[in-house]
């Protein structure tokens, strides 16, 4: 078993990146996302990961950090080294998946009004 990690930062409060964690995971799960926004999110969950954690963090900027830990263990043979960094990849291209998602709900929602 190998442990994926990765992060990114986003424009939003807290807050929001938290509450739409929720339903990108939701959405992604129960596939009620449009055919365009289908296309562009496939699920963190489908990783084929054993256990893991989503930490939410708040920047002294305002911005918040989303990191995200999963115990993986890659399927038996001679590519696991190869099986471990496409899931590690995959990890990262759904972190920044769901940045672009949450950047574009905050501005739909107005998160940032004041």
């Known amino acids: 078993m190998v442990t994926l990690t990765g992060s990114i930062e986003a424009d939003v ?12 995971v939701r959405r ?3 596939s009620s996302f449009t055919q365009d926004l289908a296309v562009s999110a496939s699920s963190i969950t489908d990783t084929d990961a054993d256990a893991g954690t989503v930490r939410f963090e708040a920047l002294p900027d305002g911005r918040a ?6 115990k993986y263990t890659p399927p038996a043979g001679d590519s696991a080294g190869g ?4 899931a590690q990849q995959r990890l ?3 972190l920044h998946k769901y940045r672009d998602y949450v950047l574009r709900r905050c501005e ?3 998160c940032r009004a004041v």
Do not use: G, I, M, T
């Open 65 to 70: 950090r989303v990191s995200v830990e999963l």
């Open 83 to 86: 099986d471990v960094a496409r």
């Open 13 to 24: 409060p807290l807050e929001f990146a938290d509450r739409e964690w929720s339903e990108y």
């Open 92 to 94: 990262e291209r759904d």
């Open 108 to 110: 739909q929602e107005h």
């Open 28 to 30: 992604s799960l129960f």
